[in-house]
């Protein structure tokens, strides 16, 4: 079992920055990939950005690219999504997840933390 503890959203106006994170802990030596989604109010879902551990590649959706970065930090067993220049639609509940498969499927999540970007 891996636990996930997002942290960091908030209520922030448009243009302005926020850092989110997320604490694993448990079994997180098979984690292979970690990522960060979304959920907006009466949407599905949706995939924002992802790293894979053994070398730190990062992914994004193209609506984040050039915004948001993700990174992490292996002695704190944390991993962060610095998101830039938010926008209203950034607004949604923002949730880490982890892949023990590359990707494929994401077998643990977190409790997910709101972001809000006012106009």
């Known amino acids: 079992q891996v636990q996930l503890v997002e942290s960091g959203g908030g209520l922030v106006q448009a243009g302005d920055s926020l850092r989110l994170s997320c604490a694993a802990s448990?079994?997180?030596?098979?984690?292979?990939?970690m990522g960060w989604f979304r959920q907006a109010p009466g949407k599905e879902r949706e995939f924002v950005a992802s790293?894979?551990?053994?070398?730190?590649?990062?992914y994004y959706a193209e609506s984040v690219k050039g915004r948001f970065t993700m990174s992490r930090d292996n002695a704190k067993n944390t991993v962060y999504l610095q998101m830039n220049s938010l926008k209203p639609e950034d607004t949604a509940v923002y949730y880490c997840?982890?892949?023990?498969?590359?990707?494929?499927?994401?077998?643990?999540w977190g409790q997910g933390t709101q972001v809000t970007v006012s106009s």
């Open positions: 448990g079994r997180t030596f098979s984690t292979d990939v």
């Open positions: 997840a982890v892949s023990q498969n590359s990707g494929t499927t994401y077998d643990y």
């Open positions: 790293i894979r551990y053994f070398d730190r590649y990062t």
